[in-house]
């Protein structure tokens, strides 16, 4: 092993450590987090969807499906992409917040997408912004941080579904 690969494992190491330990709070049963270690865009939503719960991991729906092909199309892929749900059931809210604070440092993310209403609430709120406003790319902590109006909503909405993709093409604008 050479010794980038060396310095790699130790960090994706430390990395599943922080995140494996944001999980004890919520138990078994919960809707866990789901993608890559190294990821530069992470993808967070409020509630569970059925097929999340179903499946015991954030964006196991059709939500992920749509948030893969979308960062595709950006060009945004390449860099891995990772999943969480900002409100599992079964805890507090100062243990979600500390769960999903803990999921954003260790994982370090230059991009984070709040997926709906909810999710770019409690992203505002563990990163202390005043708010995020849909479809506007915002600077917070060093981070590229975009709320949109309701990915997983948009699914079935044609609408919704423009309105969204608007919303995710503003990361193509930011980068020019």
Known sequence: MTEAEQIRHLYEARVRHEIDAS??????DTVRWAGDLSARTLFVKGE???ADAAAGAAFAGEDGDAAR???AAL????????FTCSRPPGLSAAARDRRLLTQLEALDPGTVIAADAAAAADVARVLGSGGLAPGKPTGVRGREVLALSGLEECLRDEGKKRIVWAELRSLARQEG
Do not use: N, T
């Open 69 to 71: 092909k979308a960062l």
């Open 23 to 28: 999980e004890e709070d919520a138990g078994r």
């Open 75 to 82: 060009g945004r892929i390449d860099g891995g992409v990772a």
């Open 48 to 50: 569970p969807s059925e």
